[in-house]
C-alpha cells in the first residue's frame, strides 16, 4: 500500500509563506496527477492545486497567484508553495494521488 504523507505545516503570521511537501512510499507522481486539498473547521474540502504526471498544473480560480505547487522527482515529492497567507488559509492541507489522501499537514495563519 503506497502511503503519503504531507509536511510543512505550522503556524505563520499573516502575509508569510510556507512550503508544504507531500512523499510518497513509491514514486507514483510520475505515474499519477496530484492534488492538494484543504480543509478548514466546519467547511467541505476544497480543491487548492493539482499537478498533473508530465507536470502542468492546474488552480481553481480562487488559489491563483498565491499557491504553486510543483514536483520535485529527485525527492519523490510534490511541494506546495504558499505566499502572502490569509487567515482564511488556516486549514489542514491534504495531498491526493487517485484515491490514497496522507493524513493531513495543519497551516495556520494567525497573528
Known amino acids: 500500500q503506497v502511503q503519503l504523507v504531507e509536511s510543512g505545516g505550522g503556524l505563520v503570521q499573516p502575509g508569510g509563506s510556507l512550503r508544504l511537501s507531500c512523499a510518497a512510499s513509491r514514486p507514483i ?7 492538494w486539498y484543504r480543509q478548514a473547521p466546519g467547511k ?5 492545486a493539482k499537478i498533473s504526471r508530465l507536470g502542468s ?3 481553481p ?7 504553486t ?4 522527482n529527485l525527492k519523490n515529492t510534490v511541494d506546495l508553495r504558499m505566499n502572502d497567507l490569509k487567515p482564511e488559509d488556516t486549514a489542514t492541507y491534504y495531498c491526493n494521488v487517485e ?6 499537514t495543519q497551516v495556520t495563519v494567525s497573528s
Do not use: C, H, P
Not at 61 to 67: H, I, Q, T, Y
Not at 69 to 72: D, F, H, I, L, Y
Open 29 to 35: 507522481f510520475n505515474i499519477y496527477s496530484t492534488a
Open 44 to 48: 467541505e474540502r476544497e480543491l487548492v
Open 99 to 104: 484515491t490514497l489522501w496522507g493524513q493531513g
Open 69 to 72: 505547487v510543483s514536483k520535485n
Open 57 to 59: 498544473t492546474y488552480y
Open 61 to 67: 480560480d480562487a488559489m491563483k497567484g498565491r499557491f
